[in-house]
């Protein structure tokens, strides 16, 4: 199947700082692709959906102007977690909608885990 | 957005086949069937996907009936190393943003030597 990258796989940063989550589709390009979060024990939650060259589509609840998403490349989508605080900590997960003959598949990342201090 | 229902947990024993059901009965006529599974701390796994019918791969089968309402994840012979969460989604992949996939609470499957 197809793959998608994350990076970093881990991050800690202090309260009220900012930071940027990559995805990347590595073989294939993906016009369409989404951010989620999850907490312990629980499952997935969409965050957003972004399309490459466009602005992204929150969920209700999310907060755009703290979670902000940049799809511009096929390959390359960005999450930045703004002003972060201790409730922000969590495991966020991308995934990426890939063409596979008549149909389409969805990969995930494998995640990434931010703590804020 | 089709609800899927899932039970939350289920019981097994290595080399047993294990069958975990689906239920989504407003499943749309654009809408595919796809599982995941998921370890903890790591992103789901995409195993199978299916829109009618039986598809089979080198992981698993997906036994889907007439009416879609259903369906049902099957995995043969599994080992200590399948125990994880394994989800069910329900969604199409056309018209962009507007489709997306909707976790639902998944199926925590127990392997036991």
């Known amino acids: 199947g197809a793959v998608v990258s994350q990076h970093p796989s881990r991050v800690i940063c202090k309260s009220g700082t900012s930071v940027k989550i990559e995805c990347r589709s590595l073989?294939?390009?993906?016009?369409?692709m989404f951010w989620y979060r999850q907490f312990p024990k629980q499952s997935l939650m969409l965050m957003a959906t972004s399309n490459e060259g466009s602005k992204a589509t929150y969920e209700q609840g999310v907060e755009k102007d703290k979670f902000l998403i940049n799809h511009a490349s096929l390959t390359l989508s960005t999450l930045t977690v703004t002003s972060a605080h201790p409730e922000d900590s969590s495991f966020y997960i991308c995934?990426?909608?890939?063409?596979?003959?008549?149909?389409?598949?969805?990969?995930f990342g494998p995640g990434t885990r931010l703590t804020v201090t | 957005l089709a609800k899927t229902t899932q039970p939350i947990s289920m019981d097994s024993y290595e080399g047993q086949e294990v069958n975990i059901t689906c239920s989504h009965n407003?499943?749309?006529?654009?809408?595919?069937i796809t599982w995941y599974q998921q370890f903890p701390s790591q992103g789901p796994r995409f195993i199978i996907q299916g829109y009618k019918t039986k598809v089979t791969n080198e992981v698993a089968s997906l036994f889907i009936p007439a009416d879609r309402k259903s369906s049902t994840l099957s995995l043969p012979r599994v080992s200590l190393s399948d125990t994880a969460v394994y989800y069910c989604l329900v969604g199409s992949f056309y018209g962009g943003a507007t489709n997306k996939l909707i976790f639902g609470t998944g199926t925590l499957l127990a392997v036991q030597p």
């Open positions: 073989d294939f390009q993906a016009t369409t």
């Open positions: 407003n499943i749309a006529t654009n809408d595919y």
């Open positions: 995934s990426a909608r890939a063409r596979t003959g008549t149909s389409y598949e969805q990969y």
